[in-house]
């Protein structure tokens, strides 16, 4: 059961009329858990600032984003922008390689006597009327 579920459920039991700690027990939940409330993200402002350059510039990893918020002026940890990069699910997506086929090699087969095998390099080519 997730800590949400468990705080409904402790509620439902207060306003049954079992005080909080004993609730807590019966549960099985901390004071301090239930009691939690989480702080405000003071991310907002680098986040939008993190989504917008990794839009601008596509092809842009974390590493590029962090040296441009660097450049605009702003002082911030690699590790945040890293972070909130991977949070936002902006990773660079790998190019696939072209996967050439591979045919069946065949050893090439030494001539037997002169004029047996040809072959032609054209680098140049003009008819007779130029």
């Known amino acids: 059961m997730?800590?949400?579920?468990?705080?409904?459920?402790?509620r439902g039991m207060i306003s049954a009329g079992l005080s909080?700690?004993?609730?807590?027990?019966v549960i099985g939940?901390?004071?301090?858990?239930?009691?939690?409330?989480p702080a405000?993200?003071?991310?907002?402002?680098?986040?939008?600032?993190i989504i917008a350059l990794a839009q601008?510039?596509?092809r842009y990893a974390s590493s590029m984003i962090h040296l441009k918020l660097r450049q605009a002026g702003l002082r911030v940890n690699h590790k945040r922008v890293e972070r909130l990069y991977a949070e936002?699910?902006?990773?660079?997506?790998r190019?696939?390689?072209?996967?050439?086929l591979v045919s069946d090699r065949q050893p090439l087969i030494r001539p037997?006597?002169?004029?047996q095998v040809w072959s032609m390099d054209f680098v140049f080519d003009r008819t007779a009327e130029g």
């Open 2 to 10: 997730s800590a949400p579920d468990r705080r409904v459920l402790v």
């Open 20 to 25: 909080e700690r004993h609730a807590l027990r």
């Open 29 to 37: 939940m901390s004071a301090s858990a239930f009691r939690y409330q």
């Open 40 to 49: 405000p993200d003071q991310n907002e402002a680098l986040r939008a600032r």
């Open 56 to 58: 601008r510039h596509r």
């Open 88 to 93: 936002e699910k902006l990773q660079v997506r």
């Open 95 to 100: 190019r696939k390689r072209k996967k050439v």
């Open 112 to 115: 037997l006597s002169a004029n």
